[in-house]
């Protein structure tokens, strides 16, 4: 009784040490008898005892490796040192165990050597400047080459470049003299815009002066113009006046009858109003001198002038 006991225990804990739960974003590598049988995912599973091993288990979420810098060498010949950092994800866990012995030391090892192939090619302002350039052309390169050992490259990054300290004191002092030339270059451009916005100002102020005097000129011109208007039309309304009193007083002559006699007195106070008092003779019409009554008062008229 007691063996069989212990038989049962046996077989429940050799159960339950063959029963295996593979975790989210894991694989299991399960070998039989040393030859690779299949690839576990997500979930229960079961091996058989004595026969079924677990080769590998594969972390399939995406992992990094930081390497430590690295000497390499430009086209131009400047030796710098360059480190980079890896993004990968286990895409075949079968290729993965199987494929390489040292992954991690492979990547490593690729990665130094693709990273002096790629900065061979370029200059040093091309290595400074082209940053998304190199990490393109690395990335395809090793993901090319990890494609058999079941690795997918996901990123490559450069952290740092750092040239040889003289290098960085030259680039120090040409960056220093390019912001210094364009310091000068901007200084420059705002007093030529100044000199230019106050020479447009002036020659505004004057086109607005002249505009100024041409309107006056023209203002006065036609106050003047207005102003003589004005004045003939006070003489016209006065010699028209003038003329309608005379003619007035004619027409009232005519309709009170008057004879021919006192026509002839209005023509000869007409007379004397034309001498205005300075004439010392005056011409009497040959129709008026056969009057006889009025010569004596010609005679005076003659004689107070």
Same mark, same amino acid.
């Given at each position: ?12 804990? $050799? ?11 894991? !694989? ?7 030859? *690779? ?14 026969i ?7 972390? +399939?979420?995406?992992q990094?490796?930081? *390497? ?16 980079? @950092?890896? *993004?990968f ?14 992954? @991690? ?16 090619? +370029? ?12 990490? =393109?052309?690395?990335?395809?390169? &090793? ?37 210094e030339?364009?310091?000068?270059? $901007? *200084? ?23 505009? !100024? ?46 004879d021919?006699?006192?026509?002839t &007195? ?5 007379f004397?109003? =034309? ?31």
């Amino acid at each position: 009784m007691p063996v069989i006991i212990c038989i049962i225990i046996l077989i429940l804990v $050799l159960i339950a040490a063959n029963i295996k739960v593979v975790p989210q974003a894991h !694989a299991y590598v399960l070998e039989e008898l040393g030859a *690779f049988k299949t690839v576990w995912g997500v979930g229960l599973h079961v091996k058989i005892p004595f026969i079924d091993t677990i080769a590998r288990k594969v972390d +399939l979420k995406e992992q990094y490796c930081d *390497f430590p810098p690295q000497p390499v060498i430009t086209q131009d010949n400047v030796t710098m040192q360059i480190d980079s @950092i890896v *993004f990968f994800k286990i895409s075949d866990p079968q290729a993965y165990a199987y494929g390489v012995k040292n992954p @991690i030391g492979a990547i490593e090892n690729l990665t130094a050597t693709t990273l002096r192939n790629v900065i061979g090619s +370029l200059t040093l302002d091309e290595t400074l400047t082209s940053r998304d350039e190199i990490n =393109a052309k690395m990335q395809d390169a &090793l993901d090319i080459a990890t494609d058999p050992w079941g690795i997918k490259i996901t990123r490559v990054e450069l952290k740092n470049i750092n040239p040889p300290e003289q290098i960085r004191d030259a680039m120090e002092k040409q960056m220093k003299a390019e912001r210094e030339k364009r310091e000068k270059i $901007l *200084f420059a451009e705002g007093e030529k815009q100044s000199a230019i916005t106050v020479a447009e100002g002036e020659k505004q102020s004057k086109i607005l002066q002249a505009e !100024a005097d041409k309107q006056a000129t023209i203002l006065h011109a036609e106050a003047e113009k207005e102003k003589k208007i004005r004045e003939a039309e006070g003489q016209a309304q006065a010699i028209k006046a003038v003329k309608n009193a005379e003619a007035e007083g004619i027409r009232m002559l005519k309709d009170a009858g008057a004879d021919e006699s006192v026509l002839t &007195l209005k023509s000869l106070e007409a007379f004397e109003k =034309a001498a205005d008092g300075q004439a010392t003779k005056i011409i009497v019409p040959s129709n008026l001198q056969g009057i006889a009554g009025l010569a004596s008062s010609i005679k005076e008229v003659v004689n107070t002038k």
